[in-house]
Each structure stands twice: as C-alpha cells, then as structure tokens.
C-alpha cells in the first residue's frame, strides 16, 4: 500500500551533480518524517539527510554543505540534491518515511549512485 519510488540516481563523475527525488503514495505524505539514507557494499546503512513535517532538515557530518534535502507536500516527493559528488558518495541511496508520533517506518527501494572516472 505505501510506496516510496526512488529515482534520479546514476553514473556520474567526480564532482558531478545529481538529483534524486523519492515520491510517496499510499501515505499522507505530510505524516511523514522523511530521511534518505545510503548503503555501499559491504557497509551498514547510514544517514545522510533529514527533513522533518515543517522542513526541518539534519545531515550526515561527511556531507559537508555538498547535500541539501528539501520536500515539495504538494508533489508528495522529498528530493536530495547531490553536488560535488566523490567516489566515496557511491552507494544505493533509500528515501525512508518515518511516521511522526510512530515507529512506523516505510523504505524505497533504492536508487544507485555511481561516482567513478
């Protein structure tokens, strides 16, 4: 019933952009306290960004001002802007609702990020 569809990821070069958007339904999306994660192969899953109902956001240490999360309610997507990309950025990245007041938490499948010359 709810479906969290990741996509935007891709092959890009070090120091390339992307923009991932991760769309919701099934869900009142407003509900949803949204995060995107990452996992590389062989490494737990982790935090990159975070953004609560009313736009409060919270990022990973190593994204260092490269990353911003941002939400459009009216679309049902939160989106993760990508910049400044390095190899170490490469991962499967997991858009995740979280419902607020809950423990409930929804997870996308998943969209690959590849940083590579």
């Known amino acids: 019933q709810v479906q969290l569809d990741e996509s935007g990821g891709g092959l890009v070069q070090p120091g390339g952009s992307l923009r991932l958007s991760c769309a919701a339904s099934?869900?009142?999306?407003?509900?949803?306290?949204m995060g995107w994660y990452r996992q590389a192969p062989g490494k737990q899953r982790e935090l990159v960004a975070a953004?609560?109902?009313?736009?409060?956001?919270n990022y990973a240490d190593f994204v260092k001002g490269r990353f911003a999360i941002s939400r459009d309610n009216a679309k049902n997507t939160v989106y993760l802007q990508l910049n400044s990309l390095k190899p170490e950025d490469t991962a499967v990245y997991y858009c995740?609702?979280?419902?607020?007041?809950?423990?409930?938490?929804?997870w996308g499948q998943g969209t690959q990020v590849t940083v590579s010359s």
């Open positions: 995740q609702c979280r419902r607020a007041g809950t423990t409930q938490e929804y």
């Open positions: 099934g869900i009142i999306f407003i509900f949803c306290n």
């Open positions: 953004i609560t109902r009313g736009g409060s956001t």
